[in-house]
């Protein structure tokens, strides 16, 4: 994702809720940030610090056409969905050890959905 942030900010302006899994950056995880070379953060929408990874810099690529892609920190994801309007935010699971980046999977809501 080039623009994590500009994808949270168009979902949010179609739905209520959102199912998200995707790996974040994590500073203490150096080992990772020798894998995909992270760079300094850079700032997104004035706000929001990212950090880079460059595919052709790594050894390692998962990404589509786009020539790289943006990590957040956790705590950012969960702001930028607290921006956007999701509230309700429950973590299903958290890898933080993962081999190739810690990530983390997580429902946000909008509203509280009641029982």
């Known amino acids: 994702m ?3 942030v500009q994808l949270i900010q168009d979902i949010s302006n ?6 998200l899994w995707t790996h974040y950056y994590a500073p ?4 990772i940030q020798k894998l995909y070379n992270f760079k300094e953060p850079i700032l997104l929408h004035g706000k929001y610090f990212a950090y880079k990874w460059n595919y052709s810099d790594a050894e390692y ?4 056409e786009a ?4 990590w957040l920190e956790k ?14 935010i429950t973590i299903i699971s958290e890898d933080c ?3 190739r980046g810690s990530h983390v999977l ?7 959905i009641e029982s």
Do not use: Q, W
Not at 61 to 64: S, Y
Not at 67 to 70: D, F, H
């Open 14 to 19: 179609i739905t209520d809720n959102l199912f």
């Open 75 to 88: 705590n950012v994801i969960i702001d930028v969905l607290s921006d956007f309007g999701f509230s309700n």
């Open 28 to 31: 203490e995880r150096t080992e």
């Open 2 to 4: 080039e623009d994590p």
């Open 67 to 70: 020539s790289y892609c943006m």
């Open 61 to 64: 690529h998962a990404g589509g």
């Open 106 to 112: 997580l429902v946000a809501r909008k509203h509280l």
């Open 97 to 99: 050890e993962h081999e």
